[in-house]
Structure formats: C-alpha cells, structure tokens
T-cell receptor
Framework: DAKTTQPTSMDCAEGRAANLPCNHS???????VYWYRQIHSQGPQYIIH???NNETNEMASLIITEDRKSSTLILPHATLRDTAVYYC????????????FGTGTQLKVEL | DTAVSQTPKYLVTQMGNDKSIKCEQN?????MYWYKQDSKKFLKIMFS???????INETVPNRFSPKSPDKAHLNLHINSLELGDSAVYFC??????????????????FGPGTRLTVL
C-alpha cells in the first residue's frame, strides 16, 4: 500500500472550513484514498473515500488532485466535536480490507 | 443499540496471566478485525476473520489467539501476558467478504476499545 504524509497538527477556528492535506505520491492506479478520524479515547470512525473523483457526503468532502498524488479532506464548518486525529489511508482493492494507519493529523478546533 | 461492543472496557492484570477480550457486532457484518494501539498511538491491525475464517494474521505472537464462535463475535485470548502487551485493543467489523477485484472495500466500524494494562 502507498505511503501517506500528513502534517502532524493543525488548528481551525470553529465555524470555519478545515482543510486537511495528505500526500500520497506513490499511489498506484488501483488504490483508493480513505479518511478515518479518531476522537480522543474512542475507536476510529470512517469519514469518506475516493478513487479519482471528488466525493462529498454528510460529514466531509474529499478533493483528489488530477494526478492523484495528493488529496484534501474538507470539513466545511468545523465544530469543537471535530477535534480529533485524522488519518489518510491509501489501500488497494481487496488486500483483506487491511487498514494501515499512519500518524495522522491532530486537528484542534478552537472557539 | 451499540453497533460494535467490547468487554471489558478496562483490564488490569499481572504479567504471566491469561486474559480474554470479547467483541460482538450487531450489524450483520461478515468480517471482523482486531487492532492494537500502543502508547505512542500507533494503530496496527492484528487479525481479520471473514465468516469465522482467519484471513489476516499480521505477525502477531502466537500468545494471541483470536476465536470466532460465530460471525457476530470475535474474541481475543492472550496467554502469558507481557508488559509490552499493554495497549488499547480495538475490535472492528465490515460488511461482506474482502473484495478480491473491483470496487473499494467496505468501511470498518470500530468498537470503543479495551484498555489493557499489564503490571
């Protein structure tokens, strides 16, 4: 599975959009980009995934660059409850559904 | 109703003991997983079962033995506990079998975790 690089931490004001970047320059054609988050002391939570098109759901939007070497998770109106570690994971189809978590980005949403 | 539940939430025990952590999911999923999150917060997969059959075993010491009595349960038994086993253990589940070709895999739903402390 391709390796990902994320900033260690980010801050965001409540009500503003939080844009979390992820680099995955070695991604291959059959690999998807997944985002999970882990709120303190809880289990990880699925957010969104995509292959090459931009995706949006009730939680967030995922923007994937045309060359697929990077992506951005957007939380359109961050709230204090969005404070969490956000993990960008690249994994291929199949592979036993194995998730390989990196160090993620600690997002802190402040008043 | 809790989708993926684990018991106990906290487990404190002495080195050398044998302990079990239970996991149950009521989502009707076919695949279940165990992950370990160490003190540095690294989260790593340990095992995966699909319809009670082991499909992923990530170089975990054989002191760890998962047991799946049915597809709604995946328990983790640990023999001869060591200090390094102290961690938070998360159970997860996903729908359907792992896809071998075509389409993304299915999202995983995680339990609340079991914090194991070995003294």
């Amino acid at each position: 599975d391709a390796k990902t690089t994320q900033p260690t931490s980010m801050d965001c004001a409540e009500g503003r959009a939080a844009n979390l970047p992820c680099n995955h320059s070695t991604i291959s054609g059959n690999e998807y980009v997944y985002w999970y988050r882990q709120i303190h002391s809880q289990g990880p939570q699925y957010i969104i995934h995509g292959l090459k098109n931009n995706e949006t759901n009730e939680m967030a939007s995922l923007i994937i660059t045309e060359d697929r070497k990077s992506s951005t998770l957007i939380l359109p109106h961050a709230t204090l409850r969005d404070t969490a570690v956000y993990y960008c994971i690249v994994t291929r189809r199949g592979g036993g559904n194995k998730l390989t978590f990196g160090t993620g980005t600690q997002l802190k949403v402040e008043l | 109703d809790t989708a993926v539940s684990q018991t106990p939430k906290y487990l404190v025990t002495q080195m050398g003991n044998d302990k079990s952590i239970k996991c149950e999911q009521n989502l009707g999923h076919d695949t279940m997983y165990w992950y370990k999150q160490d003190s540095k917060k690294f989260l790593k997969i340990m095992f995966s079962y699909n319809n009670k059959e082991l499909i992923i075993n990530e170089t975990v010491p054989n002191r760890f033995s998962p047991k799946s009595p049915d597809k709604a349960h995946l328990n983790l038994h640990i023999n001869s506990l060591e200090l390094g086993d102290s961690a938070v253990y998360f159970c997860a589940s996903s729908q359907g079998p792992p896809s071998l070709a075509g389409g993304p895999y299915n999202e995983q739903f995680f339990g609340p975790g079991t914090r194991l402390t070995v003294l």
